[in-house]
């Protein structure tokens, strides 16, 4: 992994390059190792080294754009000259490109040295210590296990130079008997605070109870979702509804709602890189500094996130949300999602619940209407009813079909704990959060 003085360097050597112009850079550097299990039996372990360096140069509002693998000066020279020859010939933007100004970054990097140095050995003996547990109770183990090392320079010709590097565990497992079936994930930086134990009581717990599977009828429930389920939904309600650039162009729910209350006030979901739960970087992929931004805040619509391109535009200000060059035109999204906690307990939820259902997990989400952030998916792994306050029966997966407005606008209870899950840029933060409209529209046989 290359350290910051290289990267400084590189800028030095771009400016040489680029014949006057203005310019931007992005180059983010991983380094991954991936242990793969199935059948409760590891069969894979493979690592990749990748650098994906972009550069962009801005010749009076016109972009030339180049991205390369590799920082050899003679790969450089000869990518840099194609940037400046598109510069030259692509066509005009409509508003007035300006840089990013030199900024101050106050997140500090989560870097962990016994992360950043986990062998596939030391995986192994995790995985291994988990399916020595499950398999007592007779259950198959399957999964992935990742851990690695990520730097993300991003620079300009106006002086932005930043830099940061972390560490990343990414696991997931799902175990299996007959139509037995649990799954969790986990993510974050540190590999200490990754527990075998709890894992494995989390996953005989929710598969020792999902056995005998009925069947029920579609319809609209009391629903009691786990922070897997709750951060699921979140992922796409930010993707549909709180870009930018949809809002401006009349095309998400927050367009004709910013700053009216729609939701209880114990709603409040933001994009928060201080959240202690998360995993962030101190800056966006063309320096800005990260910062907190409500996008519900005490039941009442705030608003979206902004890119850069965005931002000038449309007269927006930027909020530190600009994705990648190669996913820019996009827009933004929220990177470090996180719902704030309530002052319930799960077993409060489940108590004070007198016909509900309990979803441990969904599946193959995907976006029916974003206007109203109509979603569609399955259940996973696990979904119960609950009856007079207790986990009654194991029922059979169902689809759902369901506008996130409307099952955020009838939550009545949040948990006052909270877990990080995988997001689409970062972890979601989200706790456990009962709803009393969740409209399921079909059953299946599984």
Request: charged letters at 25%; a negative charge; aromatic letters at 10%.
């Amino acid at each position: 992994m290359r350290e910051v003085n290289f990267w400084k360097e590189l800028v030095h050597k771009i400016e040489s390059y680029v014949e006057g112009n203005a310019f931007e850079m992005v180059a983010v550097e991983n380094n991954s190792e991936l242990t793969r299990f199935a059948r409760s039996y590891i069969h894979q372990n493979v690592a990749e080294k990748n650098l994906k360096l972009t550069i962009k140069v801005i010749n009076d509002d016109k972009f030339g754009i180049v991205t390369m693998n590799d920082t050899d000066e003679d790969v450089l020279a000869y990518n840099i000259k194609r940037a400046n020859d598109i510069a030259k010939i692509s066509p005009k933007l409509d508003y007035h490109y300006e840089l990013v100004k030199p900024q101050s970054y106050k997140i500090k990097d989560k870097y962990f040295e016994k992360t950043a140095n986990f062998t596939p050995m030391d995986r192994a003996h995790l995985v291994k210590r988990l399916i020595n547990e499950v398999d007592k109770e007779g259950y198959e183990a399957a999964g992935a296990f990742e851990t690695g090392t990520q730097t993300i320079a991003v620079a300009n010709s106006e002086g932005v130079f930043a830099f940061d590097r972390g560490t990343n565990v990414d696991f997931n497992c799902v175990i299996t008997k007959g139509i037995s079936t649990a799954y969790t994930a986990f993510v974050g930086s540190d590999i200490d605070t990754f527990d075998v134990k709890k894992i494995v009581g989390e996953l005989l717990n929710t598969a020792g109870k999902n056995v005998d599977q009925i069947e029920i009828e579609p319809g609209i429930y009391t629903v009691i979702l786990s922070p897997e389920a709750v951060a699921e939904l979140l992922n796409y309600m930010a993707y549909a509804a709180f870009n930018g650039k949809s809002i401006v162009e009349g095309k998400s729910f927050v367009t004709n709602n910013i700053d009216k209350k729609l939701f209880p006030d114990t709603i409040s979901v933001l994009d928060d890189p201080f959240d202690e739960l998360t995993i962030s970087i101190p800056f966006d992929f063309i320096g800005y500094p990260r910062r907190k931004q409500y996008l519900i805040e005490n039941g009442t619509v705030r608003d979206g996130v902004y890119d850069h391109a965005t931002a000038l535009k449309y007269h927006k200000m930027a909020t530190g949300n600009t994705l990648p060059p190669e996913e820019s035109s996009f827009g933004a999204i929220p990177f470090n999602l996180v719902m704030e906690n309530g002052d319930s307990h799960l077993m409060d939820m489940i108590t004070n619940t007198k016909q509900g259902i309990y979803v441990s997990r969904f599946h193959y989400v995907n976006v029916l209407n974003p206007m109203s952030v109509q979603l569609t998916g399955m259940t996973r792994n696990g979904t119960f009813l609950i009856e007079e306050g207790k986990i009654a029966k194991a029922i059979k997966n169902m689809r759902f079909n369901t506008s996130v407005v409307d099952m955020l606008k009838a939550v009545d209870m949040i948990s006052e704990e909270r877990l990080a899950k995988p997001g689409f840029v970062a972890p979601v933060v989200a706790p456990y959060i009962r709803t009393k409209n969740f409209t399921f529209s079909s059953k299946t046989e599984f």
